[in-house]
């Protein structure tokens, strides 16, 4: 994973931790790497890698059985609110780009239309 500079890693890993449990890479239930082995794969520091887990535990994203590890949440209602907050993370991301190059919202409408008839996708 390749890390912005103007956010802190540690939210980066969240992110990217969130991300994978949105689009199902990660089920509810399911058993986190050790911080140590986080911290390898992600290749960041031991202590970053424990803010990682501890900001998700706060979070109510994943949760710690002594001596079993950590694992991801099992409530399907904070599922689907990081499902919702990352749709809404992309939604923001596309119309503030498209508004940054004078796009309105009509337009940003159609070319959203145009988009899925070129992939000949439903809309």
């Known amino acids: 994973m390749e890390f912005k500079n103007n956010i802190p890693i540690y939210l980066q890993v969240i992110d990217d931790i969130k991300h994978r449990i949105g689009s ?15 911290a390898v794969s992600y290749q960041i520091n031991p202590n970053t890698a424990v803010r990682v887990y501890n900001e ?4 109510g994203i994943c949760f710690t059985k002594r ?12 599922f689907y609110s990081i499902k919702k907050e ?27 239309n145009t988009y899925f008839k070129e992939k000949d ?3």
């Open 121 to 123: 996708m439903e809309v």
């Open 56 to 59: 998700m535990e706060s979070m």
């Open 24 to 38: 199902g890479g990660l089920k509810l239930g399911d058993k986190l790497p050790s911080t140590r082995e986080l």
């Open 67 to 78: 001596g079993l590890g950590t694992f991801v949440t099992e409530d399907e209602e904070k």
């Open 86 to 112: 990352m749709a809404q993370d992309y939604v923001d991301d596309f119309v503030n780009g498209m508004s940054g190059l004078g796009i309105d919202r009509e337009e940003m409408i159609d070319y959203i």
